[in-house]
């Protein structure tokens, strides 16, 4: 694996919460993309620069520790929402990608996982939220 490969994660959320801000969270705490959502499901596409390890880089991908890397979507006023009720994130892993998913978006294939959309409250998913299932390759 060369240093510098560039692969897409395709982060969809199944049922988000109607009228709620979401977007992704850069390294700074920045929301980017911000997008309200609707009765659909919500989708962020993520570029990550994959180094030998393997290991994750970019401007949206965060560390905790040597080896486990996440993805952060802000919710509410983290996406850059001040009126609104929620100020959550969700912490999207990243650094468990199958070996094998992992060659296929080497190769350009996008790598989607369908996350869960409420918590227990009723609110946006919030904190460590993990797939619906597996990573799969996007249609």
């Known amino acids: ?26 390294k700074k705490s920045e929301p980017l ?11 962020f596409d993520v570029q990550v620069e ?9 401007e ?8 486990r890397r996440f993805v952060y979507i802000a919710i509410g006023q983290q996406a850059g929402d001040p009126s ?3 100020d959550r994130r969700a912490k999207i892993d990243i650094h468990d990608l199958p070996a094998e998913l992992l060659e296929k978006a080497l190769a350009g294939s ?8 409420r918590a227990k409250d ?7 939220v993990r797939p ?5 390759l996007a249609e």
Do not use: H
């Open 50 to 58: 994959v180094a030998p390890g393997p290991r994750f880089l970019g």
């Open 60 to 67: 949206l991908v965060r560390r905790d520790g040597p080896a």
């Open 132 to 136: 619906l299932g597996s990573w799969k």
């Open 122 to 128: 009723g609110g946006p998913a919030c904190a460590t």
């Open 84 to 86: 609104s009720p929620w």
């Open 33 to 43: 993309g911000m997008v309200i959502a609707g009765d659909q499901p919500l989708s």
């Open 110 to 117: 996008v790598l989607e996982a369908l996350l869960p959309g």
């Open 1 to 26: 694996m060369a240093a510098g490969q560039q692969i897409t994660l395709r982060l969809t959320i199944g049922e988000p919460v109607p009228g709620v801000a979401y977007s992704l969270q850069n």
